[in-house]
């Protein structure tokens, strides 16, 4: 089993990104796929998840607007736009797996899998 994510970077304020995260051996179009993250300092907090199917997506007050999660279930992949990004929105951004669809505030002990975190930074 593992999560790859990727498209992390330095990136100037008001600017975008996309992150990535592909799966491998599991079943990936079975699971809800989540994205965390943690910033220097702080506690993991929730960012975002979509369901199964994409049928549903969630976000945190914090990227609301400036975010969109979607997923590719023929790529094994999820994948997390965020437009706008402020300073505070550097943090290391994991992606995660759960087989239930746990909202609108996912615990991050709830999920299955993990992946290991690509790092964004938001310069001012």
């Known amino acids: 089993v593992q999560l790859q994510a990727s498209g992390g970077g330095l990136v100037q304020a008001g600017g975008s990104l996309r992150l990535s995260c592909t799966a491998s051996g599991f079943t990936f179009s079975s699971f809800a796929s989540y994205w965390f993250r943690q910033a220097p300092g702080k506690e993991r907090e929730f960012v975002s998840a979509i369901n199964w199917n994409a049928g549903s997506t969630v976000y945190a007050d914090s990227v609301k607007g400036r975010g969109t999660i979607s997923r590719d279930n023929a790529k094994n992949t999820v994948y997390l736009q965020m437009t706008s990004l402020k300073p505070e929105d550097t943090a290391v951004y994991y992606c995660?797996?759960?087989?239930?669809?746990?909202?609108?505030?996912?615990?991050?002990?709830?999920?299955?899998?993990w992946g290991k975190g690509t790092l964004v930074t938001v310069s001012s």
């Open positions: 995660a797996v759960a087989r239930g669809y746990y909202t609108p505030l996912p615990r991050g002990s709830s999920m299955n899998f």
